[in-house]
């Protein structure tokens, strides 16, 4: 199957550099959310995102505008995917709100349309039987700041296709992603399931007043010989997924998860800090202070 149409479902940070990086790749992409202020907003980063593209990649100005011009905004799901190839999506990490989005789309999207959920923890399994085409469904997994950390996790389940598994490798190489294949469902995928408790470990020692994030981060980067510390990384992941992440798990019953979550929501989702795409989170952007020649001092 030859892809050409791709539709991105969720304008949020993830979810727009997703779009860009497809459209760099001269695919067209439709960029869907249900909310017009979000997608507009995803469009005003694009002209930020192609700084970096330029920065990182040596990409011209016109690579950058014509890769602008092959993205669409719609907050109709139906015209949004009445064209596409592969359905990506990245919306809000709430299983839940996953399965409802899933059934609305199997009921609009052409019977040709690939599903892939972009999902950082969720099993495509818990997902497969609202998409009505568990057959036609798999995880595609990328990091932020996708143009420079280009990794793509492909995840299918017991019935995904193979052909359709091979298909979405594919695509992911000739949009510019290492491919990671991994053959049995996994929690966290290669990614997380390293990641995920490195950033429990940082968040316990920041609840339980054990040291502040700048200490915390400070003593990682000079450790490890590393740029970023686990705060600056929740920053770029979006405070917004760290924040579900833990109530996924504090509904569960864990109690640190519970406690990760309320300090979460009252000192930064309800102050609007947000990470690198609002400018507000543990750090103030751009020129956070652990890019600061003073930091370590």
């Known amino acids: ?18 779009a860009f990086q497809i459209a760099f790749y001269k695919f067209n ?6 909310n017009e202020k979000i997608i507009k907003r995803a469009t005003t980063r694009f002209k ?29 799901l139906k015209e949004a995917t009445k064209n596409a190839d592969l359905i990506i999506e990245a919306i809000p990490e709430d299983i839940g709100l996953k399965k409802e989005f899933y059934t ?15 999902s950082s923890t969720l ?8 998409t009505g085409r568990p057959e036609r469904f798999l995880a595609l997994h990328f990091a932020n ?17 193979q052909n359709i598994f091979d298909t979405v490798i594919s695509f992911a190489k000739a949009i510019g992603m290492i491919t990671l294949p991994i053959y049995k469902e996994q929690s966290g995928y290669i990614l997380n399931s390293l990641l995920v408790p490195f950033l429990k470990s940082a968040l316990a020692l920041y609840v339980d007043e054990i040291a502040d994030p700048a200490t915390i981060d400070k003593t990682w980067m000079k450790a490890t010989d590393t740029s970023m510390g686990p705060f600056g990384i929740c920053d770029v992941i979006g405070i917004n997924t760290i924040y579900n992440i833990n109530k996924i798990a504090a509904r569960t019953g864990d109690k640190h998860a519970q406690k990760v979550a309320k300090v979460l929501k009252e000192n930064f ?12 989170g ?9 890019e600061q020649a003073d930091f370590m001092e």
């Open 48 to 76: 930020v995102l192609g700084k970096s593209y330029k920065t990182d990649l040596n990409a011209t100005q016109q690579e950058i505008e014509q890769s602008i011009t092959r993205i669409k905004g719609t907050t109709n």
């Open 282 to 290: 543990f750090y103030t952007y751009p020129d956070p202070a652990y």
């Open 1 to 18: 199957m030859q892809i050409k149409n791709i539709t991105v479902c969720g304008a949020g940070v993830l979810g727009g550099q997703i």
């Open 104 to 118: 609305q789309l199997g009921e609009v999207a052409p019977a040709k349309s690939i599903f892939c959920t972009n």
């Open 29 to 34: 992409v439709t960029l869907y959310d249900i």
């Open 269 to 280: 989702i309800d102050q609007e800090k947000l990470g690198t795409h609002n400018g507000k």
């Open 123 to 130: 099993l495509p399994s818990a997902l497969a039987e609202s």
């Open 145 to 161: 700041m996708i143009w420079k950390r280009n990794t793509a996790e492909i995840m299918g389940h017991e019935t995904t296709d």
